[in-house]
């Protein structure tokens, strides 16, 4: 469930189905020169659909929050304004790259007493989330349709949150592009260093040498400790997506790390 930025805004073009994007699932570009710095999405096609838009129109102005770089607490900020509307959350979790948010809502619906927040850039994948989230009238979910790497470096204060969430992120597959990978040593201590105390952080990869270099990386963080010998079971509330039951009939693994801050 969360992907590496390329200069320049991302851009959505009306070929392909919804659902032909899985979540963190996207393909290199085309002619694109390498970027210059590792953010947390590439830049994929796909359109909106009429229920898409609909759930943008009438729902991204109460779910959607703005990237600003003078909130340098967004949990903070969040538990006030939910505290004011008369809800009150005991945990936070981020979400880097939720692709279609079926998982994010899945994960809301079984922990309501959890605020999620998630980042994410594809509007297809916004507008899906937030189309089940009227459906199934969640309200635990905000969203930032902005690069998550920002928005944690930002907008979010050490030692606030419970939990990250980075399910598939974009393995990059050709062994010049590993350097482009999300999980490396510099962004997992930034990640390390936003959680509190005992809060985790749960990666989950399809893509078995990216699942190695995942556990080297996080084993090398000195804030994080493995819940597990290596690898660890999938936690009961991360749901199966459709790309990772595909991937396991055909004979895949998935690989679930999960390291709390010490």
Not at 223 to 243: G, I, S, V
Request: contains cysteine; charged residues 20%.
């Amino acid at each position: 469930m969360t992907i590496i930025h390329l200069e320049g805004e991302a851009q959505h073009f009306p070929h392909p189905p919804e659902d032909s994007v899985e979540a963190g699932q996207a393909s290199e570009p085309a002619a694109i020169p390498f970027p210059r710095a590792v953010r947390s999405f590439v830049t994929r096609a796909g359109r909106v659909t009429t229920g898409q838009a609909r759930a943008l129109a009438e729902l991204g102005p109460r779910y959607i929050l703005s990237f600003d770089t003078s909130t340098p607490d967004l949990v903070a900020a969040c538990s006030n304004k939910t505290r004011a509307q008369g809800k009150e959350y005991a945990k936070t979790v981020l979400e880097i790259g939720f692709g279609m948010g079926a998982a994010t809502a899945h994960i809301a619906s079984v922990q309501p007493d959890t605020l999620f927040i998630g980042c994410e850039v594809h509007e297809p994948g916004v507008g899906a989330l937030l189309k089940t989230m009227g459906e199934q009238n969640l309200e635990n979910i905000r969203i930032l349709q902005h690069d998550a790497v920002e928005v944690m470096r930002h907008m979010i204060a050490p030692g606030s949150l419970d939990g990250i969430h980075i399910f598939f992120p974009d393995p990059w597959h050709k062994k010049r592009h590993n350097k482009r990978r999300l999980i490396q040593p510099p962004f997992v201590h930034e990640l390390a260093t936003r959680l509190k105390p005992g809060g985790y952080l749960h990666c989950a990869t399809d893509w078995e040498p990216y699942a190695e270099q995942m556990l080297a990386v996080l084993n090398g963080e000195p804030l994080l400790a493995n819940t597990a010998p290596d690898y660890a079971p999938k936690p009961e509330y991360r749901p199966q997506t459709k790309f990772e039951l595909r991937g396991l009939k055909l004979g895949h693994g998935v690989w679930d790390l999960v390291f709390r801050r010490q």
